[in-house]
Structures are given as C-alpha cells and as structure tokens.
C-alpha cells in the first residue's frame, strides 16, 4: 500500500538549514508529483513545493529562493532543503501526492524555528 514518511524535522536557529525526507513505499514516486505542504498552529494548510514527475518545480511565493525540492529515484525519497530559515517557517511538514483517485499524506515532521 502507498506510503509516505517523513524525517529531518527539528529545532533550528533563525538563518539556519535543514533538509526534510519524504521516504516513499508501494508506488514509485518518480512517476507522480510530490508536494510538500506545511501547517502551523491556527492556519490552514498552505503548499510548500511541488516537483512534478517531469521534474519540473514551484514553490510558494514566501518559500521561493530559500527552499528546494528534489528527489533521488534510487531511494524512492524526496527531499525538501530549507535555508535561511526564518520564525514564520515553524510548522508541521508533510509530503503528499495523488495517487489514483486519493490523496495520501505522510504523518508529518514537526520543524521549529527559534533562537
């Protein structure tokens, strides 16, 4: 069955990395797109990224330049690579994609950003 995970979520300093893992099992998801979405506390769900089985990218307006999307077929795992981190960016961070008719999402990784 179709299965996403999530990892590399955690505490950081403002201007600071991380790099999350979407590790992905019953399809391959080289041949579907990927998001990222992200939730914070009292908001909706806002989409983060998107890399699509093209291999074509966006990202949200508030997200472009600083973070990027990619994926390593070999491991059937995407990645969402974060930079220059700022306190807006503190949220839950999951990787979803559309398989046949459902939506599938991951069970999240937190990513807090504070000094």
């Known amino acids: 069955q179709v299965q996403l995970v999530e990892s590399g979520g955690g505490l950081v300093q403002p201007g600071g990395s991380l790099r999350l893992s979407c590790a992905a099992s019953?399809?391959?998801?080289?041949?579907?797109?990927m998001r990222w979405y992200r939730q914070a506390p009292g908001k909706e769900r806002e989409l983060v990224a998107t890399?699509?089985?093209?291999?074509?990218?966006s990202y949200a307006d508030s997200v472009k330049g600083r973070f990027s999307i990619s994926r390593d077929n070999a491991k059937n795992t995407v990645y969402l690579q974060m930079n220059s981190l700022k306190p807006e960016d503190t949220a839950e961070y999951y990787c979803?994609?559309?398989?046949?008719?459902?939506?599938?999402w991951g069970q999240g990784t937190q990513v807090t950003v504070s000094s």
């Open positions: 979803s994609t559309l398989y046949g008719m459902n939506r599938y």
């Open positions: 019953g399809f391959t998801s080289s041949n579907y797109a």
């Open positions: 890399l699509t089985s093209a291999g074509s990218t």
